[in-house]
Each structure stands twice: as structure tokens, then as C-alpha cells.
């Protein structure tokens, strides 16, 4: 069955940066596009990031645009997001996902902002 165990985030000030991974197993990672969302109490999971199977298509939500990007190593079953120049606003949860798929998610990893 699909997999997704994140590490990575914590706590930062703003303007900081931080790195989450996402290691993925039970399925054809090579094959899958993946995706990044964020979640703050209350509101609805956000869409963060998405990256193609071989990285010809990637998209940043405006919001984060220019501080944030995502990659992969297909060889290593894993997906990345890098943050950096990060706000208050980013404080969220983060959740990795494979694209199409809204049933699995990683178990989420708590990114906290503040000064």
C-alpha cells in the first residue's frame, strides 16, 4: 500500500529556511507526479506545490512563488519542498500526497514561524 513518511520542518524565524522530505513506498514512484498541501486549523488543506514524474512540469502556488520549490529523487523515492525566506503566515501543516490520488497522505509535519 502507498507510503508517505515525511521528516523534516519545525520551528524558525522569520526569513528562515527549512526543508521537508517526503519518502515514498508501495507504488511506482518514478511514475507518479507528487504534490505538496498545508493545512492551519479551520481552513480548508492548501495546495502548495506539485512536481511531474520527471520533473518537466512543476507549479508553485502564487503565494510562495520565488521562495518556495519542490523536487524529487526518483532514486531515492523521495519528494522535497524547500522554504525558504519563510513568513508567519507559512505556519501550517504539511502534507505530501501523490497527484491524483486525495486518499493518502503523509502523516504531516508541523512548520511554525515566529519570532
Known amino acids: 500500500q502507498v507510503q508517505l513518511v515525511q521528516s523534516g520542518g519545525g520551528e524558525v524565524q522569520p526569513g528562515g529556511s527549512l526543508r521537508l522530505s517526503c519518502k515514498a513506498s508501495g507504488f511506482t514512484f518514478s511514475s507518479k507526479g507528487m504534490k505538496w498541501y498545508r493545512q492551519v486549523p479551520g481552513k480548508e488543506r492548501e495546495f502548495v506545490a506539485t512536481?511531474?514524474?520527471?520533473?518537466?512540469?512543476?507549479r508553485v502556488a502564487d503565494s510562495v512563488k520565488g521562495r518556495f520549490s519542490i523536487s524529487r529523487d526518483n532514486l531515492q523515492s523521495t519528494v522535497y519542498l524547500q522554504m525558504n525566506s519563510l513568513k508567519p503566515e507559512a505556519t501550517a501543516t504539511y502534507y505530501c500526497?501523490?497527484?491524483?490520488?486525495?486518499?493518502?497522505w503523509g502523516q504531516g509535519t508541523q512548520v511554525t514561524v515566529s519570532s
Open positions: 512536481i511531474s514524474a520527471h520533473e518537466d512540469f512543476v
Open positions: 500526497g501523490v497527484w491524483g490520488d486525495d486518499e493518502n
